[in-house]
């Protein structure tokens, strides 16, 4: 089987991965909200490069109030309108990328810039979406916990109590696959500096369980790749719109 993540808008990549017919794991994150090496996306679409540059330069340099601060200026006003925006752009995105997966056998859960409801109801026949349930694919049982960890409220983020939650209704498995990462900090930060994203709840379902292998996304540029937690394997499959490649399993 194959695992991406971070997809993040990537449709003609993806559909390349999509045409092998393996297994597709797709672990969450796939519209491009912000592409913070070129500041494009769907961000900047509706809101216009001067205010995401302004955005991306404060969050990167960690001030994150004060990048809220000029979100709220700019949306002043104007929230109906830019929901209604969003959510043109948003569905668009959608239809894009899934449609790249037309004729593949992929499952796929969400990530932090997600919106589950679309994800889940544009995905084309052969699809399936995945959440806090485990699927028997190429005789492993693979456990799928989707969800990002709180940072701006986007509709694809999970508190700690509900990560916590899904991982208790998977019981055992061979493999774990997640959008976050564990609380491991050279897996959860990224080397370009930013907030640490990880869920303590995965870490504690690794040491409890340790399943042979847990794949997952979201840090775009990490610390560290891989690391082990007891038994577990842990491997960060990826910026996938950044590489365009797909990390193979190949564990027994």
């Not at 001030?63 to 979100?71: P, R």
């Not at 929901?83 to 997966?101: I, M, S």
């Not at 050279?186 to 794949?215: C, W």
Request: hydrophobic share 45%; with cysteine; net charge negative.
């Amino acid at each position: 089987m194959l695992l991406v993540s971070d997809v993040h808008g990537a449709a003609d990549a993806l559909r390349r991965v999509a045409a092998t017919r393996e297994p597709l794991l797709v672990l969450g994150d796939l519209i491009n909200f912000i592409d913070y090496r070129s500041n494009d996306g769907i961000l900047a679409d509706v809101a216009g490069r001067d205010v995401v540059d302004e955005l991306v330069r404060l969050r990167t340099g960690g001030d994150f109030a004060g990048a809220s601060a000029v979100w709220r200026r700019f949306a002043a006003g104007r929230e109906v309108e830019l929901q209604q925006t969003f959510e043109v752009h948003v569905t668009a995105a959608y239809d894009e990328v899934c449609g790249a997966l037309e004729g593949a056998h992929a499952y796929v859960t969400y990530g932090n810039v997600d919106r589950p409801d679309l994800l889940a109801g544009m995905l084309p026949a052969g699809c399936r979406f995945v959440d806090a349930e485990v699927i028997e694919i190429e005789g492993l049982r693979v456990g799928f916990a989707g969800g990002g960890a709180p940072s701006l409220g986007t509709p694809g983020e999970v508190s700690e109590a509900v990560m916590a939650d899904k991982l208790a209704s998977l019981g055992p498995v061979d493999v774990l696959c997640t959008h976050v990462p564990p609380a491991v900090s050279p897996l959860a930060k990224d080397v370009i500096g930013g907030r640490e994203k990880s869920f303590t709840a995965i870490l504690d379902y690794l040491e409890e369980h340790q399943p042979a292998f847990h794949y997952f996304g979201d840090i775009h540029q990490p610390q560290a790749v891989t690391w082990r937690v007891g038994a577990t394997e842990c491997r960060n499959v990826g910026y996938f719109r950044a590489t365009g490649r797909a990390v193979r399993h190949n564990g027994a």
